[in-house]
Each structure stands twice: as C-alpha cells, then as structure tokens.
C-alpha cells in the first residue's frame, strides 16, 4: 500500500467494520460500540503500530460523529450514525481549500439556498483541498459559507453532510443525476500513503436540506461543530503518533540486537541503551497525556450538557490538542532517531522504518499545524481564563 501508493485494500476496512471500530465513539443508542475514548485510543494506538492509515481509517468517522453528537438534530443522528457506525458509510472531511488553510474561518466554498425539481436545499460551489479519502468515501463533512457578509467570518460557516459515490484511485470526477459534479485530484506525498488526500473541485452540487448538520438552528454553527470535530480528531491523532512512536522503539530494539558492528551487538553499545530509554520515555510521556485527555473528554462528556461542552474550551479540549502537539513531535523524532540506528539499512524502502519516518512527519501538520494548536488553542484558552 505504502511503496505502490495504492488504496487501502477494501477487506481491511470491512474488517475493521466488522470490529465495530468505526463505531467506538457512537452511543449504543445510534447503533454505535460506544467504547469510549479512552478504548478508541488503545485501538488507534495498536492499527498504528502496525501502519498509521490503519490508525486511521476512523479519524475522519469520530470527527463527523463527534459534530452530529454535538450539534445534529435527532432524525440526523439516527440516521447517519448507524451508518456511519457500521462502516456502511465511510467520511471525508473537506475543511481546508488552496487558499485558506489554518485561518479556517476564511472558508470560501459557499452553499447557496435552492431547489431541484421541488425539493429545497443547498447548491454548493467551490474549491476543497487535501480532503484526505475523499476518493473512497461514501460522504463528506463540508464546511461551507452559507452567509456572504465579511464581518461574519466564522459566524458565516454551516457544516453539510454531502453524498457521492466512492471510487478507487488517484482521480475521479462524480456527477450527481442532478447535475452537480466533484471532481477529485489526489495530491501526491511521501508518506501517510493508502487514503489519498485529495483536491477537490465542486460545482453546482445540491444536497438536500435535511443534510445541514442541525438544521435551520445549525446556521452558522459549522465552525464550532467542525472545531468540536477536530477534538476527536486531535485526540485520536495522539494516540496515532504514540503507535508509531511504539512501532519504530520495537525496531530499533530488534535491529539493535541483531545487528554486529566492531564485533558486538549495537543493543550493547552504552549509547544504543541510552536512546532507547529516552525514546521510550518520551513515547510512555505522550501515551499517557493521550490517555489523560481521553479521559478528560470523558468526564466533559458526562459533566456537561453536549451541546455547550462543544463550543466551550474545557480541558478536554485543552488536552486533546496538548497530546496531539506533543506525540506528534515525539512521533518525528523517536522514528528518526530509530532510522538513525538501522544505519543506512534504514534507508531502504524495504524496511518499515523508512515508512514511520515519512509517515511521522504528517503529524504535526493537519488538525491544527503545531504553531496553531501552541498559540491559538492552548496558550488562548490559558490567557483567556485571566
Ligand atoms: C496529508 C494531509 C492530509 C490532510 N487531510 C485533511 C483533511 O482530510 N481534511 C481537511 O480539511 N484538511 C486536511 N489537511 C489540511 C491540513 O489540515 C492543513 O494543511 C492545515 O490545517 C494547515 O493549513 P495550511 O496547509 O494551509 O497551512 P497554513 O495555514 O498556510 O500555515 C502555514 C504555516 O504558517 C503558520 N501560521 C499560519 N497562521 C499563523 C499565525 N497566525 N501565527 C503563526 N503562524 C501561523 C502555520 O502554523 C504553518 O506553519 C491535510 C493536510 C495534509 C498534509
């Protein structure tokens, strides 16, 4: 999948569906495990020990259950989490376009208000970008413009469910039978390979009205529900950063045995040690404050009312973009210290560690880039409070 580039292959996510994996975060109630985060993380963490897009195959289904838990009207949630739960749909998130990345408040793409042969909805226009398996996916989580009004900015964003046909491949162009089309350009990567991140171009796509995430009250609520979304995301990104942390020590233990030079074991030489029990160290570090804000989510959860938990920066909130920023550079640096000790060995395309080392470099960039989660996440909901 990785050195072909190719798409994850479909038996794994009906296995994966199967587990109910897809489900971990939806309650019993919308036909959902409701394993909690806590269980989601210790999940992520083992499919990432083995490959980062098995870790995260779920990201983008918690970041869409946890905006319709958050913000979806009932009939919503019954409909789209039981589905979204037993795998049968897949999800896409298209926040980022070409020209607005962390300033997510700039969204451009629009949605204006409309009706297909008698029935009322929305017609989307715009740009999308790096909307990773936007390919595969059966729906997208689209933020859009719903409001024109310059000043509105973030108050101006309506979160949509969009439907489209899934397809294999780097390209692909759907044309709805109401005439709106998407057509979809992967963008190539170094690593974080099986998904495909893709460009999208939407034109005159309708989606009916019942799909604007909380109804007419769900009007320029999209930022704060796509906002509450990434949480889950950031928290699960922790856990993924800590699997391939675990991954690449594993190796570089392996290899570090196995491997003689001036006639000992590396595993010997006192400097080999004393990586290894630095890089374990940071790895359990980012482990356990992923499994603190798991927690914390948790208890927000039970401590709160949802709909306010959401929009409020808790310390779930708090934590949840803490791990991720700080597993997700544990994550680079673990991985590359343990390349470092496979020598050029670890180099080649044929060990997996040339694969965590790409596939670690991912980390810090989506769901809030590192500088953002440091200063517009952590250190302003810490100033806020004084
Ligand atoms: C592999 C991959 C998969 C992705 N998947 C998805 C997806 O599924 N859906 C989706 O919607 N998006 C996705 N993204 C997009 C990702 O969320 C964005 O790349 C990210 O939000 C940053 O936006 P940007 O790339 O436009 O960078 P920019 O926002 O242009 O930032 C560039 C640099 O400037 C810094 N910067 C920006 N503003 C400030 C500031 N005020 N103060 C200090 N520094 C600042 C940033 O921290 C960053 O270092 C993905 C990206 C990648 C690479």
Redo the contacts with the bound molecule.
């Keep these: 999948m990785h050195r072909q580039d190719l798409l994850v292959p479909e038996d794994l996510i009906q296995k994966m569906a199967g587990l109910g994996l897809f489900g971990c975060s939806v309650p019993d109630s919308y036909g959902g495990t409701e394993m909690g985060y806590l269980t989601m993380c210790v999940l992520t963490e083992e499919l990432s020990t083995v490959s980062l897009v098995a870790g995260s195959l779920i990201t ?1 289904s918690e970041i869409l259950t946890r905006a319709l838990l958050g913000g979806g009207t009932d009939e919503q949630r019954q409909y789209w989490l039981p589905k979204v739960a037993s795998g049968e749909l897949l999800v ?5 376009e070409p020209d ?5 408040a700039s969204v451009t793409c629009r949605a204006t208000p409309g009706e297909h042969e008698g029935r009322k909805g929305w017609f989307i226009d715009g740009p ?7 390919g595969r996916a059966n729906i997208l989580a689209l ?1 859009a413009r719903t409001e024109t009004g310059s000043s509105l900015g973030n108050r101006g964003l309506s979160l949509f469910i969009v439907p489209k046909d899934p397809y294999d491949g780097h390209h692909f162009e759907h044309t709805q039978p109401e005439g709106g089309t998407i057509t979809g350009s992967a ?1 190539p ?1 170094p690593g ?1 390979r099986g998904m495909h ?1 893709f460009t999208l171009a939407i034109d005159r796509y309708f989606v009916p009205e019942e799909n604007l995430v909380g109804g007419v009250d769900g009007l320029g609520k999209g930022f704060y529900l796509q906002m509450g979304g990434f949480e889950a995301g950031r928290l699960q990104t922790g856990a993924r950063a800590t699997g391939v942390s675990q991954a690449s020590i594993e190796k570089a233990c392996n290899y570090a045995s196995d491997r003689k030079q001036f006639g000992q074991a590396l595993a010997d030489y006192q400097l080999t040690q004393h990586k290894i029990g630095r890089m374990a160290t940071y790895a359990a570090a980012g482990r356990h404050l992923t499994y603190a804000a798991a927690r914390a989510m948790e208890r927000d959860e039970r401590d709160s009312s949802a709909a306010a938990l959401r929009t409020t920066p808790g310390s779930g909130t708090l934590a949840a973009a803490m791990c991720k920023l700080f597993a997700s550079d544990v994550a680079i640096w673990v991985s590359q210290e343990a390349q470092l000790i496979h020598g050029g060995w670890g180099y080649s395309e044929e060990d997996p560690i040339a694969r965590y080392v790409v596939d670690a470099l ?1 980390l810090p ?8 989660l440091e ?2 996440v952590i250190a302003r909901a810490l100033m806020a409070k004084r």
């Design positions: 983008r896409g998130v298209a926040v980022t607005v990345g962390s300033d997510v999308k970008a790096w909307s990773t398996f936007a933020l963008n990567t974080y991140s991912v960039i989506f769901e809030g880039v590192k500088p953002i200063l517009k």
